[in-house]
């Protein structure tokens, strides 16, 4: 669970999929503005603070006790929260809605591939399906049987071929205070 929300400075594992992706869209111009400083994301919703509240619940009935370890690699502005963590692996949990089916989402895959690459362990997302009731109670019993796990394998060419070079751009821009481009990026690889 993350206590401190200022998302300045840092990149995050749940911001990868704005550092692979199109750096000419409105949506990554106010990211950058949030990175740089200048906003602030106050975007919350419903699901989000529900999951936050049931993520220590959930963890509690797997019997995983370490957890919210934060890892800084300072020289790619790089800051990853884990969840919960094993001898072995980190464990993300992410809620649903229970009347769907639970798939891995393209920005979950990528998030954990971030935190399998800042913590060297293997990765296991814990999802739990959320009934309608449990949005407006967080003190409902988990249920064993909602929660699936889904292991994930590492892709260490989409992290060394893909992430890291835009990660590495990305964050001399930020202590540069620079307008990262495509264009300035491509001269520099």
């Not at 963890?59 to 800051?79: A, T």
Request: a positive charge; hydrophobic letters at 35%; one cysteine or more.
């Amino acid at each position: 669970m993350i206590n401190n929300h200022d998302r300045a400075n840092w990149f995050g594992a749940s911001d990868t999929g704005y550092i692979v992706g199109n750096w000419t869209t409105k949506s990554f111009a106010s990211w950058w503005l949030v990175k740089c400083g200048v906003t602030k994301n106050n975007f919350v919703t419903k699901e989000m603070i529900t999951g936050t509240h049931y993520e220590h619940k959930i963890l509690d009935e797997l019997g995983i006790v370490d957890r919210d370890r934060q890892i800084k690699i300072r020289k790619l502005r790089l800051r990853v929260n884990l969840d919960g963590e094993e001898e072995n692996y980190i464990n993300e949990v992410k809620t649903y809605n229970n009347e769907k089916v639970f798939k891995v989402k393209k920005s979950y895959w990528r998030q954990v591939q971030v935190q399998m690459y800042a913590s060297k362990k293997g990765a296991k997302i814990i999802a739990y399906g959320l009934e309608p009731e449990d949005y407006y109670n967080f003190y409902n019993p988990i249920d064993i049987k909602r929660i699936s796990i889904h292991h994930i394998d590492y892709d260490s060419n989409f992290i060394e071929q893909e992430y890291l070079p835009k990660l590495k751009y990305l964050a001399k821009c930020l202590r540069t205070k620079a307008i990262p481009s495509m264009e300035n990026y491509q001269k520099v690889i």
